[in-house]
């Protein structure tokens, strides 16, 4: 009788034992799938971070050539009258053309400005002039922006209108 006595004492201790082993076993389940979703989100971070350098990898370079797009804006308006359909003159509004196309297939746009009201996000105010036109509106461009990728690297400088003084 001592025996059976024993065994089921035996019997007990194998339950709890299983039932110990079993919220382990949960436990570790637990512990390994939140190590899988952490695993996961770092290969998700790991992918935006690639993409957003593929992106922004030559926003160095595309800075120090924006300052040409100026200058051909720049030139183009200095050129006197009768040189304006010259043959030169069509050469180097063509080399233009393909300056701003290698710009435009690398992701960069210009920032659209002139008549637009003014946003602090994409312009920077150069002046302001009395006008007739609405305040804040932008009535005059005097460098224009740019945006990479959706990224502003060059805001706008940009002349606003405002409110002439009432009269007395």
């Given at each position: 009788m001592k025996q059976n006595h024993d065994d089921t004492k035996g019997t007990k201790n194998t339950k709890h034992d299983e039932h110990e082993d079993c919220l382990k076993c949960a436990e570790y389940m637990a512990g390994w799938k939140r190590a899988l979703a952490d695993y996961q989100n770092l290969q998700k971070d790991t992918v935006k971070q690639l993409d957003d350098f593929r992106k922004y990898a030559n926003?160095?370079?595309?800075?120090?050539?924006?300052?040409?797009?100026?200058?051909?804006?720049?030139?183009?308006?200095?050129?006197?009258?009768?040189?304006?359909?010259?043959?030169?003159?069509?050469?180097?509004?063509?080399?233009?053309?393909?300056?701003?196309?290698?710009?435009?297939?690398?992701?960069?746009?210009?920032?659209?400005?002139?008549?637009?009201?003014?946003?602090?996000?994409?312009?920077?105010?150069?002046?302001?002039?009395?006008?007739?036109?609405?305040?804040?509106?932008?009535?005059?461009?005097?460098?224009?922006?740019?945006?990479?990728?959706?990224?502003?690297i060059k805001p706008a400088k940009v002349i606003i209108a405002k409110q002439g003084g009432e009269e007395k």
């Open positions: 926003e160095d370079m595309i800075l120090q050539l924006l300052p040409l797009a100026d200058y051909f804006t720049h030139a183009f308006d200095q050129v006197p009258e009768a040189e304006k359909n010259s043959s030169w003159l069509e050469g180097i509004k063509h080399i233009q053309n393909y300056f701003n196309k290698i710009l435009q297939d690398n992701g960069v746009e210009e920032i659209k400005s002139l008549g637009e009201k003014f946003d602090p996000q994409l312009h920077e105010v150069a002046a302001e002039e009395e006008s007739t036109e609405e305040e804040g509106k932008i009535i005059k461009v005097t460098q224009v922006g740019f945006t990479l990728q959706g990224k502003v």
